[in-house]
């Protein structure tokens, strides 16, 4: 698939929105996957040429963090965190059950282009763990039932609500959010509850506080 001209205006107008333009990259990667379904060799070439850097320099950037993908993804990218704490709450069991119900493994289309599954690090939202990502939105505390739940329901082409955020779009919409395009959804959804909060709720009634920093040397 070829980046349309529009996307192209959009990767040099963010290649300005930088001090040095080649700080846009990892956006424009995003920008171009959300398009691609995939970082491609193409999608590369483009972002070297806005912002004149070479295509080995990028395609450093893209081969190096594993949320560019080098082959579609499909409509939903599954995440399901297996790091230490989601693991021992379940999180191991939850992925099994979608390896199970989609019929494949780590880092892995389905066939029909609807899924992508894939073993995902902590996400920093152990305090609900074990936990999942569709499209990089939050479910929390899942279990293998409710995992595989969400998965039927999209499949079924039914609204999903994330836990903490908005409906469930699909990746190449959250693609562009990463691209820093505004999706008018900073505001829907709890990002915060109590559970989230315990621990600065408990240090404020105890008068828990950070110690101080280090004075920093001058020169
Ligand atoms: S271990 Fe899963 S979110 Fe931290």
């Not at 081969?63 to 297996?82: A, N």
């Not at 305090?127 to 939105?137: I, K, L, S, Y």
């Not at 994330?162 to 959804?189: K, Q």
Request: glycine letters at 8%; one cysteine or more.
């Amino acid at each position: 698939m070829a980046i349309s001209e529009a996307t192209v205006a959009q990767l040099r107008e963010l290649a300005t929105k930088y001090p040095r333009s080649r700080s846009a990259v990892m956006p424009m990667l995003h920008l171009v996957q959300s398009e691609e379904d995939e970082v491609t060799a193409e999608g590369i070439a483009v972002c070297a040429e806005v912002l004149g850097l070479t295509a080995a320099e990028v395609t450093a950037v893209a081969s190096f963090y594993t949320m560019y993908k080098r082959r579609p993804v499909g409509r939903h990218h599954i995440g399901v965190c297996t790091n230490t704490l989601c693991g021992l709450l379940g999180g191991d069991a939850v992925y099994q059950a979608l390896s199970d119900r989609l019929g494949v493994g780590h880092n892995e289309p389905t066939p029909d282009g609807q899924f992508w599954l894939e073993r995902i690090e902590c996400q920093a939202a152990c305090t609900h763990a074990p936990v999942m990502t569709v499209d990089w939105e939050f479910m929390d505390d899942v279990t293998p039932t409710s995992a595989v739940d969400v998965i039927d329901r999209l499949a079924a082409g039914q609204p999903v609500e994330s836990t903490r955020g908005p409906v469930i779009r699909d990746f190449a919409a959250t693609e562009r959010t990463l691209a820093l395009m505004d999706d008018g959804l900073a505001d829907a959804g709890n990002c915060v509850d109590d559970k989230m909060l315990a621990g600065l709720r408990l240090a404020k009634e105890r008068g828990f506080a950070a110690p101080a920093t280090p004075a920093t040397k001058e020169g």
